[in-house]
């Protein structure tokens, strides 16, 4: 089975997913990716669910290698200069890693937060039905803690699909949505997009 | 006639969920109606809910926006709050073991100080009343009480801590609480439970609900040191007086 190892990652990054909601009324926040619709690009990049769990990495840099096999990866959110041994690739792509090869990735830039997913996603222990780290309540898998050098992420399938190449307009939210709609079906953004405009204040009798 | 109960407020909170606020301050009388709209809500669900949040006054409501609208769910949710009357029925009751003062409680003395009277008032007044469980949050397990005597109402530290032991109870302002998990705070700190009210792996992982009754035992530190390793092995420790 092929996986990620971390040569290095600055603080603040971690495996994150979708989150666990379900047990706010026990004090318990639902964590998950700070940027979802990046997340879910990600993921798109390489054919996993929406918000399967990915590595989120923080403002500064990270490099990854990858052992046991190739692996596919998809990269979205702040974009970064990334290279794979040297070859230069674009944000909101993705690329292959060959057995041996390590993914470099920059400071971020025009933002904090980037994800990178891989082709089957990562194997961890759900716990409520979630990767995500939460490290004060002992919470996330593989490790429920910030990601470190020496960490190892193992993905849930080999690479070896053919190489898939989808281009993400890298501009603003909406139309990170947009192409997410058009890609995803599943993804209703007008309706979504009604409920934003809400009136300020309370409503109903007081 | 039945008594008739003023609607809540509805308070857009993002654009997936809505906050149902009984009251704009801390106050029992609210907090049991935040408690009936849950239940009611749990009986009859509606589509579209996602997760409701109880507070001291007011209950957050999350909801799928592309499953109902705002002015559809406000609707229901009025219509609920309406219908739901506070009511004890089917509350559990808890004895929740503590030890207090010394290294356990290291804010004990300073309290009865400030209060002008000894620790041992301190911990029997502590020990006498009734509380419940209005509700849960900050971390994971931390339970805020409903019910601290007027006497023992007293402000928090002016220097709060950047880290407190896990099992802490403790008091401020008119609050009381069960700490599960180690963690800052700004209260005074009475003694430690050795219950813990949230464990990974036990069954079930949270031990209290909003809505629980609670009373403390004062126990001695030797009897804490014993339940703190079977609480570690899985064990409630605290007592189910009532189910």
Known sequence: MSKLVVTSIGPASSVQDGGRPGSQRYGLVPSGAMDRLALAAANTLVGNDLFAAAVEIGPFGAALTARGGAVRIGLAGAARNADIAGRAIAFDSSATLADGETLNLGFARGGSFSYLAVEGGIVGEPMFGSLAVNARAGLGSPYPRPLQAGDELQTAKASGAAEQRIELPPASALAMASALALICASVTVVPYASQLFQPIGGVGAS | ?243
């Open chain 2, 1 to 243: 006639m039945p008594e008739t109960l003023s609607p809540p407020r509805l308070l857009p909170s993002g654009d997936a969920a809505i906050t149902v606020e009984f009251s704009r301050t801390i106050d029992d009388a609210a907090n049991r109606r935040v408690l009936a709209l849950d239940r009611v809500i749990s009986a009859e669900p509606i589509a579209g809910i996602t997760e409701t949040v109880p507070t001291y006054r007011s209950l957050l409501v999350h909801y799928d926006p592309v499953q109902i609208a705002f002015d559809a769910l406000g609707k229901q949710l009025l219509a609920r709050a309406a219908k739901a009357l506070p009511t004890a029925t089917g509350t559990r009751r808890w004895r929740i073991p503590v030890t207090y003062g010394g290294e356990h409680g290291i804010d004990l003395e300073d309290v009865a100080k400030t209060l002008r009277t000894t620790p041992d008032e301190i911990v029997a007044r502590h020990v006498a009343a009734d509380y419940r469980v209005a509700m849960i949050g900050f971390t994971p397990g931390w339970s805020y009480l409903s019910g601290l005597e007027t006497f023992l109402h007293m402000p928090r530290r002016q220097d709060p801590r950047l880290l407190t032991p896990a099992g802490t109870i403790s008091i401020g302002g008119i609050q009381t609480g069960v700490q599960c998990l180690a963690g800052p705070s700004g209260w005074h700190l009475l003694g430690r439970t050795p219950v813990r009210t949230y464990q990974l792996h036990r069954d079930p992982i949270f031990l209290l609900e909003p809505g629980d009754a609670i009373t403390f035992a004062a126990v001695d530190a030797k009897t804490f040191a014993e339940q703190d390793r079977a609480a570690e092995a899985g064990a409630f420790v605290a007592e189910l007086v009532t189910p």
